[in-house]
């Protein structure tokens, strides 16, 4: 009796094992899970799929009006659904736990906004032991209150809307890698006063300095597809070594912040002439980088090459009241780099809190003075008195016009020269400003 309880618990193993196998044998696979999602400005529906781990699941979206992407984040998933058309996409939910979808085309004002969830629940199994086989029982979805079927109202592509983006095309100066769409044409003015903000017993004469002499600089930019994009912009600023000048540039849109990637990216090049584009140019290489850390803020990163910037020495020191040999020994650098760093906080669906600071290197833009000695008057040299550019301010979005109130150190705007105080003004003095964005078409 004894050796038959012993050989029972021996077997008892494999023949489960055997079992588990027939049971496996025995069922068939099932079929993909066919879920459909209409897209449409400035949504998907539904907006929460749910599913269970391991299931194949194939879903069927339809764009409603203008070109849309689907980009699933955690399953490398990013596809483009055009116009009116559909797009099949086949995937295993093999992954348990929530994961954030997006629009990854730019399809207007809202575009940011577009966004869902899919949940992956765990597998559950039931098992029949008569009939030596099991079967998978479905995670229910959560329970949604019914909604009314209505026709859906397309919104034209050049409607003006209140959505809310994350974050405009410039914090204060600093640019950020947010898409230009395609055949849009868009408008960019900034205005800065050149007097800073003073204490209140000393603003009789210039009123915060809103009575001092300003700088109204423009710029147009047009999306040739939805990643490549033409920019051209003027700064009338004029003063040693710079006057007039105008920037011509092309841009590159890489990456949006959905699917497959962390973060979003842009590269733009330029060159910029002085004399409207005449005559001592300068080159520019940058790149920009976002990344939300909650939904209500964006952090930035900008950095730039800068070649040329004080190319024939134009910011150096003049032979006049001082001797050649004396110039000669101070030199400033050519060419330059510089950081830039910025955040955006919004504080309300249209409105936005900013900040940056764009420390630089080699070159720095600001102001050559002389020293002497305080008791001789002996001259002793040169020195170059510059800041790294700081700003800050508040912005307004309604529809496709963006306004921002702005106080930075400096009235330079282009992309070489932004990034150092050409007014030579410390962190502790900021002049007020303001950007206006508009988008034409």
């Known amino acids: 009796m004894r050796a038959t309880t012993r050989h029972l618990?021996?077997?008892?193993?494999?023949?489960?094992?055997?079992?588990?196998?027939?049971?496996?044998?025995?069922?068939?696979?099932?079929?993909?899970?066919?879920?459909?999602?209409?897209?449409?400005?400035?949504?998907?529906?539904?907006?929460?799929?749910?599913?269970?781990?391991?299931?194949?699941?194939?879903?069927?979206?339809?764009?409603?009006?203008?070109?849309?992407?689907?980009?699933?984040?955690?399953?490398?998933?990013?596809e483009k659904i055009k116009a009116k058309q559909t797009k099949v996409i086949e995937f295993t939910a093999d992954r348990e736990g929530k994961f954030a979808f997006a629009c990854s085309v730019y399809c207007g004002d809202g575009h940011d906004e577009m966004t869902g969830e899919l949940i992956v629940g765990k597998e559950r199994l039931r098992i029949d032991t008569r009939t030596k086989t099991f079967a998978r029982v479905d995670t229910p979805a959560p329970a949604q209150a019914p909604q009314r079927s209505e026709p859906p109202v397309v919104a034209k592509a050049h409607d003006s809307n209140k959505a809310a983006e994350p974050y405009d095309y410039h914090i204060v100066n600093l640019p950020t890698p947010k898409q230009v769409p395609r055949h849009s044409l868009n408008f960019y003015f900034t205005h800065r006063f050149a007097e800073p903000v003073r204490p209140l017993e000393d603003t009789g004469k210039?009123?915060?300095?809103?009575?001092?002499?300003?700088?109204?600089?423009?710029?147009?930019?047009?999306?040739?597809?939805?990643?490549?994009?033409?920019?051209?912009?003027?700064?009338?600023?004029?003063?040693?070594?710079?006057?007039?000048?105008?920037?011509?540039?092309?841009g590159y849109h890489w990456l949006s912040e959905a699917g497959r990637s962390p973060l979003a990216l842009s590269t733009y090049a330029s060159v910029e002439g002085e004399e409207n584009f005449s005559n001592r140019y300068t080159y520019n290489i940058q790149a920009m980088l976002a990344r939300s850390v909650t939904r209500y803020v964006?952090?930035?990163?900008?950095?730039?090459?800068?070649?040329?910037?004080?190319?024939?020495?134009?910011?150096?020191?003049?032979?006049?009241?001082f001797t050649p040999e004396e110039v000669a020994a101070f030199r400033l650098g050519q060419h330059s780099g510089s950081f830039g760093f910025g955040v955006n906080g919004r504080i309300r669906p249209?409105?936005?809190?900013?900040?940056?600071?764009?420390?630089?290197?080699?070159?720095?833009?600001?102001?050559?003075?002389?020293?002497?000695?305080?008791?001789?008057?002996?001259?002793?040299?040169?020195?170059?008195?510059?800041?790294?550019?700081?700003?800050?301010?508040?912005?307004?979005?309604?529809?496709?016009?963006?306004?921002?109130?702005?106080?930075?150190?400096?009235?330079?705007?282009?992309?070489?020269?932004?990034?150092?105080?050409?007014?030579?003004?410390?962190?502790?003095?900021?002049?007020i400003g303001f950007n206006l964005f508009r988008r034409l078409f």
């Not at 423009?218 to 040693?240: E, H, K, M, W």
């Not at 170059?384 to 702005?406: D, M, P, Q, W």
Request: glycine share 8%; net charge neutral.
């Open 9 to 78: 618990a021996l077997f008892a193993p494999l023949a489960l094992l055997m079992l588990t196998t027939f049971a496996h044998a025995e069922t068939p696979a099932s079929p993909a899970r066919e879920i459909h999602v209409t897209a449409r400005k400035f949504e998907f529906q539904p907006k929460t799929i749910t599913v269970r781990k391991g299931e194949a699941v194939r879903l069927v979206i339809t764009s409603e009006d203008v070109d849309h992407g689907f980009a699933l984040q955690g399953y490398h998933i990013e």
């Open 298 to 321: 964006n952090l930035f990163f900008s950095p730039a090459v800068h070649i040329n910037a004080n190319g024939s020495g134009r910011f150096n020191p003049r032979p006049g009241f």
């Open 206 to 250: 210039d009123l915060f300095g809103l009575d001092s002499f300003s700088i109204s600089s423009f710029g147009v930019t047009y999306g040739i597809t939805d990643r490549l994009y033409a920019n051209v912009y003027r700064s009338p600023i004029c003063q040693p070594g710079l006057c007039k000048t105008i920037e011509l540039g092309l």
């Open 350 to 431: 249209t409105v936005s809190l900013l900040f940056e600071y764009t420390p630089r290197v080699g070159f720095k833009l600001g102001q050559v003075l002389p020293v002497f000695d305080e008791e001789t008057g002996r001259f002793l040299g040169f020195k170059n008195n510059s800041e790294a550019e700081i700003g800050f301010g508040i912005e307004k979005r309604i529809g496709r016009h963006v306004f921002s109130l702005t106080f930075s150190n400096t009235q330079a705007t282009t992309t070489s020269r932004y990034n150092s105080s050409n007014l030579a003004l410390p962190p502790s003095k900021f002049a």
